[in-house]
């Protein structure tokens, strides 16, 4: 199957300070890759749709002007979290793929 | 109601026993069925991918799908400590590509005791 990296897989950070979260894809080009949040013992949601070339969808309730998606090449798609605050702390996983969806690993964010 | 129902669990079964997983969905668009298995702390694996309704077998897995009922299955069969993870369903109704967003059910969590 394809292959999605992120880095990093975990990041400590203090409150107010932006975190940026990278998603590669290794041996596919990707120009659509999708960003789900997860919290403990919940299922992933879709935040946004990253869209390579052009500006990301972001799903209801989700801040586009806080959660900043760039997909700037087919193999890169990064999300920043600015102005993180402790309810931001939760694991974030990209995914993208040709004819099916894989999987990143997973960046463990704690915001103290 | 939520658009996939699945039973978070825990379910624990001895090694050896057949497990099954389900899920039950309300919009009928959704002609595209995957299972996910996620352990601790790591992104989900892609396990099994059907196709409208149906049955697909995959080593000891084996998903079923009936598009009738609304529900989807997952079998494990001979099931092993390393299989203990989070099991998740996943589906949609635009196809199964990387340019299509899943809707998820909320995954069991299975352990399987040695």
């Known amino acids: 199957g394809a292959v999605v990296s992120q880095h990093p897989s975990w990041v400590i950070c203090k409150s107010g300070t932006s975190v940026k979260i990278e998603c590669r894809s290794l041996d596919f080009q990707a120009t659509t890759m999708f960003w789900y949040r997860q919290f403990p013992k919940q299922s992933l949601m879709l935040m946004a749709t990253?869209?390579?070339?052009?500006?990301?969808?972001?799903e209801q309730g989700v801040e586009k002007d806080k959660f900043l998606i760039n997909h700037a090449s087919l193999t890169l798609s990064t999300l920043t979290v600015t102005s993180a605050h402790p309810e931001d702390s939760s694991f974030y996983i990209c995914s993208g793929g040709v004819t099916t969806q894989y999987f990143g690993p997973g960046t463990r964010l704690l915001v103290l | 109601q939520k658009e996939v129902e699945q039973d978070p669990g825990p379910l624990s079964v001895p090694e050896g026993a057949i497990v099954s997983l389900n899920c039950t969905y309300s919009n009928s668009a959704f002609q595209y069925f995957m299972w996910y298995r996620q352990y601790s702390r790591k992104g989900p694996e892609l396990l099994m991918y059907t196709y409208s309704s149906g049955n697909k077998e995959d080593g000891r897995f084996t998903a079923q799908v009936d598009k009738s009922s609304k529900y989807i299955s997952l079998f494990i069969r001979d099931s092993q400590p390393s299989d203990s993870a989070t099991y998740l369903c996943a589906m949609s109704a635009a196809g199964a590509s990387g340019n299509t967003p899943l809707v998820f059910g909320k995954g069991t969590r299975l352990s399987v005791i040695a």
């Open positions: 990253s869209n390579e070339g052009s500006k990301a969808t972001y």
